[in-house]
């Protein structure tokens, strides 16, 4: 008689079924108990990988943020193309999974390889004329920003996201203007403040004023 064993645990298997888990239930369904069940072992079983639910999603927000491409500039690339082609790899990242950016921003460390990686972007910035405080700070700014994005991104219904034409109308009876009120316009030549334009509007701003930051020279760029 032939018996089937379970594949061996392991920290990569548990994580990826945590992040399969993700989609499945949401942030506040995945529990480790329920991780275990789905792979057919009881909770004592995960400890020897993950011993609390806080050290599971660790891992998956690494993995979110890893799955994002990290690494330098492409040979050629300026810093502008490298940042908004890594800010809009990391939105990608994060929107592939239900409750991605909760996720990510639970997470309390990232692994030694995420963390050797982000180093090597400081440093390829620090040879772009970066200080590396300006560095860490720009590549900061621009992580928070596409972050706070998505978290808004998740939170609302897809079909609330385009404003559709009940809404722009109950907006209509309550500003002054009626439909010619400034906020109007502005939704219906702009789109939702969560469209594609949106986001690309302020990650423009974002390196625009790393630009400027930069060209002001590096006492522009010491520490406050």
Same mark, same amino acid.
């Given at each position: 008689m032939?018996?089937?064993?379970?594949?061996?645990?392991?920290?990569?298997?548990?994580?990826?079924t945590?992040?399969?888990?993700?989609?499945?239930v949401?942030?506040?369904?995945?529990?480790?108990?329920?991780?275990?069940?789905?792979? *057919?072992?009881?909770?004592?079983?995960?400890?020897?990988?993950?011993? %609390?639910? !806080?050290?599971?999603?660790?891992?998956?927000?690494?993995? +979110? +943020?890893?799955?994002?491409?990290?690494?330098?500039?492409r040979? *050629?690339?300026?810093?502008?193309?490298?940042?908004?082609?890594?800010?809009?790899?990391?939105? &990608?990242?994060?929107?592939?999974h239900?409750?991605?950016?909760?996720?990510?921003?639970?997470?309390? !460390?990232?692994?030694?390889?995420?963390?050797?990686?982000?180093?090597?972007?400081? &440093?390829?910035?620090v040879?772009?004329?970066?200080?590396?405080?300006?560095?860490?700070? %720009?590549?900061?700014?621009?992580s928070?920003?596409?972050t706070?994005?998505? =978290? !808004? #991104?998740?939170?609302v219904? *897809?079909e609330?996201?385009?404003?559709?034409?009940?809404?722009?109308?109950?907006?209509?009876?309550? @500003?002054e203007g009626?439909?010619?009120?400034? @906020?109007?316009?502005? +939704?219906?030549?702009?789109?939702?403040?969560?469209? #594609?334009?949106?986001f690309?509007?302020?990650?423009?701003? =974002?390196?625009?004023? %790393?630009?400027?930051?930069?060209?002001?020279?590096?006492?522009? !760029?010491?520490? %406050?």
């Open positions: 032939h018996t089937h064993k379970r594949p061996r645990l392991t920290r990569p298997m548990l994580i990826e945590g992040l399969r888990l993700l989609d499945e949401g942030l506040e369904g995945l529990t480790v108990r329920r991780l275990a069940a789905e792979l *057919g072992v009881r909770s004592p079983a995960l400890y020897w990988h993950v011993r %609390t639910k !806080q050290e599971l999603l660790d891992g998956m927000a690494d993995a +979110i +943020i890893r799955s994002a491409g990290m690494g330098p500039p040979d *050629g690339e300026s810093w502008q193309d490298w940042l908004a082609r890594r800010a809009r790899a990391y939105r &990608a990242a994060l929107l592939a239900r409750d991605g950016a909760r996720v990510v921003v639970s997470a309390r !460390q990232l692994s030694p390889e995420a963390t050797r990686m982000f180093n090597d972007e400081l &440093a390829a910035m040879g772009c004329g970066f200080t590396p405080v300006l560095a860490l700070r %720009t590549i900061t700014a621009v928070h920003y596409v706070g994005f998505v =978290l !808004q #991104e998740q939170s219904p *897809g609330q996201a385009e404003a559709p034409q009940d809404r722009l109308a109950a907006l209509a009876a309550l @500003l009626g439909a010619s009120a400034p @906020l109007l316009l502005a +939704i219906r030549e702009g789109g939702s403040p969560l469209a #594609e334009a949106a690309d509007h302020g990650l423009r701003t =974002l390196l625009d004023g %790393t630009a400027a930051a930069l060209a002001r020279g590096p006492s522009d !760029q010491a520490p %406050t």
